[in-house]
């Protein structure tokens, strides 16, 4: 079966390659695939978001003739939640500062935004929606709870990572190697639900 993950975001398309294992015998990003379409994700939740994503990829590739019987297009919309800014920046996360994706400015305004603020408690949230050809669809989120850092800490990650503090670990998202994170994200949540759910 083949996956096309409905991403450019080169971060995201690997971490969700290396959590699939041999789950499918070829996974490609969008620009693998050959399709260069730009989606306005500007539905009001995560799932909307990734609904949108999964749907309009999925048409074009299909127009495409990309896709045979069983195979799939997989979409997901992250967000951060934190509690005492009531759930934001949340379906907003990645134009939090500006438009653009702009990684810097979203976390300056996220620690800004807590200034002074007690409860630094938040979670990540993944909404993913994969639709197959001629089969049914599969819709799940997955979540992990932490706390907003006073700073940033680690090099790795990207997004958010390097301010979300997860207290098992002892360690923020960027702190972690790339495995330890696929062990324990939010991303690697939903996914196993979602391949639950094929199963």
């Given at each position: 079966m083949k996956l096309i993950i409905a991403s450019n975001?080169?971060?995201k398309i690997e971490e969700i390659k290396s959590m699939l294992g041999t789950k499918?015998?070829?996974v490609q990003?969008?620009?693998e695939a050959g399709?260069?379409?730009d989606v306005d994700e500007d539905a009001e939740t995560l799932t909307g978001n990734a609904r949108k994503k999964a749907e309009e990829i999925f048409a074009a590739a299909d127009g495409m003739g990309l896709l045979s019987h069983g195979d799939a297009v997989l979409a997901d919309d992250t967000g951060l939640l934190a509690d005492a800014l009531d759930?934001?920046?949340g379906v907003r996360s990645a134009r939090y500062a500006t438009e653009g994706h702009d990684d810097a400015a979203n976390r300056a305004k996220l620690l800004s935004e807590l200034t002074g603020v007690t409860d630094r408690a938040a979670h990540f949230a993944t909404a993913m929606v994969l639709i197959r050809k001629e089969m049914p669809e599969i819709e799940?989120?997955?979540r992990v709870y932490g706390e907003i850092t006073r700073e940033e800490r680690g090099e790795n990650g990207f997004?958010?990572?390097s301010l979300f503090y997860y207290q098992p670990m002892e360690k923020t998202f960027a702190e972690m190697t790339s495995e330890e994170k696929n062990q324990v994200s939010h991303r690697k949540n939903a996914l196993a639900l979602v391949l639950a759910a094929m199963e």
């Open positions: 975001n080169a971060h499918f015998a070829v990003g969008m620009a399709i260069f379409i759930g934001a920046p799940a989120v997955g997004g958010y990572d």
